[in-house]
């Protein structure tokens, strides 16, 4: 894809250069350290360290508008840079007393690339530029140590040869080997001088012979061309690609910091190190991080010696130390967060070389933040702008014991993080076969090629879900983050041979009863049992706080998807303060009821057709399941007493709730085949005939939701019969049950106001038969796009609208969720042909636009309409942020995502925008 | 449903019935008579012939207006009413010299309901009001007979007791059975005035018992009576239901009129007819109907006596007839239409009753608006808008030979008419035999219980077809109306039973080979065979003069769906200006050509993951196609020289190209458990597995349309290069071919951008390695709710949009056609949940507003955006002026649907509601 560069922040006369005023090039003393677009982080952090007067070797910075004007001039410097950086080179070697180039004492510095953000793909460091064979000697002399010069030297050609002139890595490498082994070691500490001086010579011929041009000596060549290098790197393929992939614009330009050399490889009084103001992984108030004696930031990354803790330094250098502390201290106040720091010391001298915001878990992200808000550095609405809402997930789920999982062998494989934290458990093939497990009090982990409806009953006992296949929206992935459940989907390396009972991964085979460890959060499984942590939000006690912050800023109400009291009960102890989807066929799946379901639906249409028997059958089998969804939703209702409960009636098409076609198709073809008879064989042939009839070429869009309601009307008012029983039950024992009836995939005004009518009958009749009262309300699911458009027609008689916005987002895009993940949708989101998976989170521009419109003419209509989201989306911070930005009351989620969607909502309604999805 | 009533033309003095100024009576030679909103039509009717001079008998209306009133007033005469009714009625008794209630010399008046337009389930007329004990022997008296006058008297009271009081009409009927079957006689005639006398003496008492009142001999309260039935039966629930359903507004209300009485059976001199101004069948310019001599309106109805033509009329009467003649044309002058005449001879003297507009046959339509332009008595604009379009369709379809259907037996079954006009052939029940027996030159009727895209080969050469399940839009009444054969769908009493190929239906037992008739304009299905009569668009010379006018009037273009060059040229002939969708993947059907599409389906997964072999029977089966698809187009844009010709690449999901999934799970399991084996059992165990690995849950929102092209980019290359191909050799050869590239199922701006970018490539290099250019458009085909919404983006690179309806209104409603038509759709409009089929006609406030959107957004980025409909709702009437409405360039249909939709499109030019779907 083409780029087009236009700069940002420069006005016309700088982009053509013209203007002779233009400052290209500011030092670090004179920089507006304010500025991060201009300087890039790693300027902007020499800038202000320098100002504040910390301890910074000289440097200056060239600006991301002089790259910006470099692209723009078709690779050429702008008129005044060169000029500017000469003048502050200057100034460098006036401080420092030393000159670029000096034989005698020569000034060395770094080149170092830094953009607004650090960016994967951008120009590594430059160290010790400014040597030549000349200048070599003159470091030997000044540092006393030969060695030490030439293994700069040597250093400084095999990086300049790679990064600014292109050699490849492995050349140089392979003339750095070979000059080891010559040298009969494999350490290169061991070579001496002369071997330095040897190899140096082998490596400039390396370069000539790759380029076809000596090597460059002119100091100052070599600074124009690692500058160039830096600018290039900004076009080069694979920072362009990340930015598009992370529509960052291409114009913000990179910047240059030119900074003096300072070494921490001068003996034992040198070193360098890493180090946080707090704990990355606790958030603890205390400086954490590592120091190499003896060594250039080079071998830290290279990992040839192991460092020591910064308490080691503490002990060995106390003054350095303290002095470390003091500027920790104070760089922390002055960026108001937790930072990640760089330095050197040299001979006994501490230099500050870098500072940046940390990195960190979610965990210590929760706690600075926390801790922050009472010390005073930040406010209450930065803390909850800082924490990311996956910071919060992090915390909530159980984790591998980090020690442990360091412990463990390789993963044998690797799939989608569906669902996050850990689960350990004894891995089983069959659904069957996990509740039987599962009821002997084994912790399971079910492993199949892909889940279905079928499975639910081996899903919920199970610790933890593996698939082979589908994504993650999947139904393992969906059924399980509903269930709060790690689960790996999509798995593709693992085979999983359900049929003998097995799995195979990388020459790893497990069986039956073997121990199986996933980690949802990072998508890795592992052989054997490793040891997690488990989460307690009552022991979060930061967490709590920043979670009752977030309430009492959000606009937005945060509600729960649960089909259970239990469930119920673990959202209201998150956080939610309504249930916002209860799922009722989930109940027609639970033990002792498919029996009475299937009779109910086979009976139906023979009821209808005026069959009487059936129709006596189909009665009987209603009646049965009133009384068990009566149950339901007592214990719902009265674990969410006082807050609103909203309950869908029977949703997905009623064959879902029979065996499956296929299955019996083989089943019976295979009895015919060999002549068998006898009443298994004839239940089995009825069965198949039923699931014949009520074959769908496209079930997704088919006889289920309002139009089940409307044909069989006799299954919805056994429902609200049953609600409104639940209702009046408990108001009777003094409690305040709120149900609110949403009617399914409601498309048009008459089915709204149809079954609003039929079924606000049976509740005033059953109310009136109990003597009482309940306040409640109807409402519609908005899930197809039709909806949307006619939602002022459906306003008419509904009172609240839920969207539906996983149904909404495959009736937009016409994408079946099940066949696309399988099919395309895993290629068009490789190819970018979507920027995200729009199952995951809301389509704005698309879906979100037909949502908008809706809440616009639905409250057109009826100004209180209550408005909310019961799809996954409602769960993810991005969508939040579209829920409270287009006016909705409330998005509901599942229960474990109660607590991010409560933080996200916060942030929304403070104006930030997640960084994360 | 509630209805409230509003007066529509009445002022609010009026609704008071304050004001004593009102006239709610008129005379009917003082009738305002072009207000047929206040007259209703019966009473405009007698008025204007009143007025001019014609021989009517004397009478008065009482408006809509005062209906409207009573309503309002809780079903009580506006202040005035009464008073105005006795005043006319004394004025009715002045032309008459006789009076109401006099014993010597009684009026008779008969009391008739009428509304603007006439309406089912309203009142019906009353006859002979006036009589009572006394005011008979008057009437007898003055008749000199008296059984006459009993006649009169005893129907007055059945008349009366069943429509103004409500007694059942079989109960009426069964009195008066009774007083026959005692007289021992069957008929009417046979009973003297002693019998007639009795049996108005029973019925009356039979209505004192029904009522508990005795029968009413007050004349006034008898008219009080009469007039207050009418106005009730306007808010009776029949003619509540129908309003509700026509969409007609419930404050039309209606008049009545009361006219004075005339006898057509005085004698020989006397009798009564209806005749038309021109044949209503035929359109010929002749008086045309039937008169019964001695007989009142009743009898002709009842069907008693045979009447005799109009011509015999003249042949008795020479001189009535002629006065008859000299009115019929004055009227038709008047109202500029072909009128619809009632009339009455009493005693030598002609008594014109009514006249109102002719129905009439389509061809009778066109040929009298024809006419009538010629005659100068109408314009071309309203000869347009006076024929419906669904007029055309009966006149371009083979019909029954309307006597020969009239000698036929009854229909053995009744089915939904889903493609019109008559077929005749041997049944078959497979499609194979179907193909067989065609190429043998036999016509054949396939009949199956449904039909999917693997039958397209038998149903191809039938001459009908017939399904007993699926809908109007079932797969083979879509494809039935494509090819323009007569298709009956979903005939469910039809027990169609393929394995034993016959089927039975009401006794009837049809084999293959038995003749079987079908009338796909009615629905019936007939056993044996009807000889037809076949249209011939060359003859029918009106209706061309009519198409050409439509054609010069119309503001948007008619253009085909057609996917061979057969088809193009018959749309062609059928005034097609341009060919707006050829389905590509229909000739991947045809013969020959289905085992290098399998090959290529399954060699491409395999091929995109690498396999060479595999990529290289891919590439292999690709080229043979090609080859095959380049010959296609070559002929279909000869066809359509110097026209724009639509392609749109491959769309249904590849699974359909192979075998069905179920039928090899059989085999195979078949097989298996029968242990067999050897290289077919392989071959379709290997296919099973391609098969399953391509299966979907829901194929409609699936791998399809612009995804195929997407992951399999070779196809649609494959495709777009035979395009390019044939495009380049017919412009070689000095023709002129305008082919118009669509991209199916486009949802997003990427898929749009990124299938252009690739494709146009293709089509240059073609170009260029021809030595030729040809130019061609990119479009989108607009099938997701989502492309309506981000139409801008889209048409940031689409040249054109073509709106596929069939599946915008899939997705919109989120309902797939094929499982709606089957499980609810049918109820949902029995239930009226849904006011039409929204797959026939398009449903203008949802699927409607999303192409209006799409339409607004995609012009506004690209104004000279070409946009047109391709589904099937382009030749439904109602969707054809919505098209207009909302801007298109044109609209496609099915070819036989061509001349339909230039009527169509005139008349929304004319801004004239079409009045038939």
Redesign the interface.
Known sequence: MAVEVTPGTTSDSQRNGSAAEQTWVFMAEDAPAANRDLLGGKGAGLAAMTQAGLPVPPAFTITTAACNAYQSAGQQFPSGLWDQTLAALKKLEAKSGKKLGDASDPLLVSVRSGARESMPGMMDTVLNLGLNDETVQGLARQTSNERFAWDAYRRFVGMFGRIVLGVAGEKIDHAFDSAKSRAGTKQDTDLNAQQLRAVTQELKELVQNETGQPFPTDVLKQLELAIKAVFNSWMGKRAVDYRNQFKIPHDLGTAVSVVTMVFGNMGDDSGTGVAFTRNPSTGKREIYGEFLPNAQGEDVVAGIRTPITIGKMRELWPDVYQQFEQIADRLEKTYKDVQDLEFTVERGKLYMLQTRNAKRTGKAAVVTAVEMVSEGVITRDEALKRVQPMHVQQILVPQFDPEALRKSGAPIGQGLAASPGAAVGKVVFDPDRSQQLAAEGEPVVLARRETSPEDFHGMAPAVGILTSRGGSSSHAAVVARQMGKPCIAGAEEINIDVERQQLTANGTTLREGDWISLDGTTGQVFAGRIPTIAPDLERETELLTLLKWADDTRKIGVWANADTPDEVARARSLGATGVGLVRTEHMFREEGRPPFVQEMILAAPDAKRGDSAARARYLKSLDTLREFQTGDFYGILKAMDGLPVVIRLIDPPLHEFLPKH?KL??EV??A???DETGPEVDEKRRLLEAVSRLH????????R?C?LG??FPEIVEMQVKAIAMAAAKLKKEGLNPIPEIMIP?V??R??MA?ERERLEGVVKDVFASQGTDVAYKFGACM????AC??AG?IAETAEFFSYGTN?LT???????R???EG??LG??LK????PHNPFESI?R???G??VRMGIERGRKQRPSLEVGICGEQGGDPASVAFCHDVGMNYVSCAPGRIPVARLAAAQAALGHTPTDR
Chains 1, 2 share one sequence.
């Not at 769908?696 to 006889?703: A, D, F, I, S, V």
């Not at 899930?783 to 039709?786: G, K, L, N, Q």
């Not at 495959?810 to 079946?816: A, D, E, I, L, V």
């Not at 190819?831 to 979507?834: G, H, T």
């Open positions: 296929e198709l083989e073809t295979r015919d085949a060999k769908e070429q496209n079930p997704m869009l088919g006889l939701g139009r409307i044909l995939l498309g048009t008459n089915e149809l899930e197809v796009p039709r458009i006619v027609q149904d495959q009736t937009s895009y016409g994408y079946s099940d066949d696309a099919k395309f290629e068009y190819e970018k042909v979507l389509d521009e698309g879906v636009e037909l």
